[in-house]
């Protein structure tokens, strides 16, 4: 729940500071101002709660973001004064999409968050929402699955995109590269069938090994890309995803270079390509 320091007083549970648009070695993040003991200790995943007024704990997308482990040093900007701090833990909470930064409380920041375990949340949410800014952490978890969804979405598009393109380019240079072949095959009577099946099978094999040789090096890419906005690993699971979708591109893609295929010898002028 955000809002009010009076009204965040009044709501039970663990209280916390929040300053937003501060910089964390340069880079505007947001900081939750928390106590020695707290409940998001069991959400990290590297080293320790904090324990002294100059430690820190991240979560794992600024930690990505920034190359930081647990023992290193951090320069935070805060209420326009440096300060330095070191890393003694590593969050996987779903704040700012992972990039958030808990200190220790300080007096200048009042108690602006409270965060309380429940049952009925959505229940708290009716109760609480008419002068409190709540939601759950489901809440949280769906709108970064959602964001999630969107990039891959996005990537994978990207991928599909240059995936038509190098089709078209590949069946333009295979025909011109042979116009004479086939204007000779046409000329001796050989049928566009049997044309269009020869073409099928040499371009197949080198089009399937190609697309599963970019497969790892696009995840890879699309990984680092997803990293510019939020923590994203793909994997195998993300393999294992595409290859159903490559193979239903495989069987779209053997109809249309026959059909491309097709109405490029039909239109073939013989005799000029034979004089070319």
Same mark, same amino acid.
């Given at each position: +729940?955000?809002?009010?320091?009076?009204?965040?007083?009044?709501?039970?549970?663990?209280?916390?500071?929040?300053?937003?648009?501060?910089?964390?070695?340069?880079?505007?993040?947001?900081?939750? %101002? @928390? *106590?020695? =003991?707290?409940?998001?200790?069991?959400?990290?995943?590297?080293?320790?709660? %904090?324990?002294? =007024?100059?430690?820190?704990?991240?979560?794992?997308?600024?930690?990505?973001?920034?190359?930081?482990?647990?023992?290193?040093?951090?320069?935070?900007?805060?209420?326009?004064?440096?300060?330095?701090?070191?890393?003694?833990?590593?969050?996987? +909470? &779903? %704040? &700012?999409?992972?990039?958030?930064?808990?200190?220790?409380?300080?007096?200048?920041?009042?108690?602006? /968050?409270?965060?309380?375990?429940?049952?009925?949340?959505?229940?708290?949410?009716?109760?609480?929402?008419?002068?409190?800014?709540?939601?759950?952490?489901? *809440?949280?978890?769906?709108?970064?699955?959602?964001?999630? +969804?969107?990039?891959?979405?996005?990537? &994978?598009?990207?991928?599909?995109?240059?995936?038509?393109?190098?089709? %078209?380019?590949?069946?333009?240079? #295979?025909?011109?590269?042979?116009?004479? /072949?086939?204007?000779?095959?046409?000329?001796?009577?050989?049928?566009?069938?049997?044309?269009?099946?020869?073409?099928?099978?040499?371009?197949?094999?080198?089009?399937?090994?190609?697309?599963?040789?970019?497969?790892?090096?696009?995840?890879?890419?699309?990984?680092?890309?997803?990293?510019?906005?939020?923590?994203?690993?793909?994997?195998?699971? *993300?393999?294992?995803?595409?290859?159903?979708?490559?193979?239903?591109?495989?069987?779209?893609?053997?109809? @249309?270079?026959?059909?491309?295929? #097709?109405?490029?010898?039909?239109?073939?002028?013989?005799?000029?390509?034979?004089?070319?």
């Amino acid at each position: +729940m955000w809002g009010d320091p009076s009204k965040i007083a009044q709501v039970p549970g663990e209280k916390a500071g929040y300053l937003s648009g501060q910089k964390v070695n340069g880079m505007t993040t947001e900081i939750y %101002f @928390f *106590d020695y =003991e707290s409940i998001f200790e069991k959400t990290l995943i590297a080293g320790r709660w %904090f324990g002294k =007024e100059d430690e820190a704990v991240i979560e794992k997308g600024l930690a990505r973001k920034l190359g930081l482990k647990v023992g290193d040093t951090i320069k935070v900007q805060l209420l326009g004064e440096e300060r330095e701090y070191r890393v003694v833990g590593i969050s996987d +909470m &779903y %704040f &700012y999409d992972f990039k958030a930064v808990f200190l220790p409380k300080i007096n200048a920041v009042p108690d602006r /968050v409270a965060f309380l375990n429940a049952e009925n949340p959505e229940e708290l949410k009716e109760e609480y929402g008419l002068g409190l800014k709540v939601h759950t952490i489901d *809440d949280s978890r769906r709108q970064t699955e959602n964001n999630l +969804m969107l990039f891959k979405a996005a990537v &994978y598009g990207v991928i599909g995109i240059i995936f038509l393109i190098s089709l %078209f380019a590949l069946i333009y240079l #295979e025909i011109e590269g042979n116009e004479k /072949v086939y204007a000779t095959l046409k000329a001796v009577g050989i049928p566009n069938s049997h044309i269009w099946r020869e073409f099928l099978k040499k371009v197949m094999p080198s089009l399937v090994i190609s697309s599963l040789l970019a497969l790892p090096i696009s995840l890879k890419l699309g990984e680092h890309i997803g990293n510019l906005v939020l923590p994203v690993e793909l994997g195998m699971g *993300d393999l294992v995803k595409v290859v159903p979708l490559l193979l239903v591109l495989y069987f779209l893609y053997g109809v @249309f270079i026959v059909l491309l295929t #097709e109405r490029a010898l039909n239109r073939l002028d013989v005799v000029k390509a034979l004089r070319s």
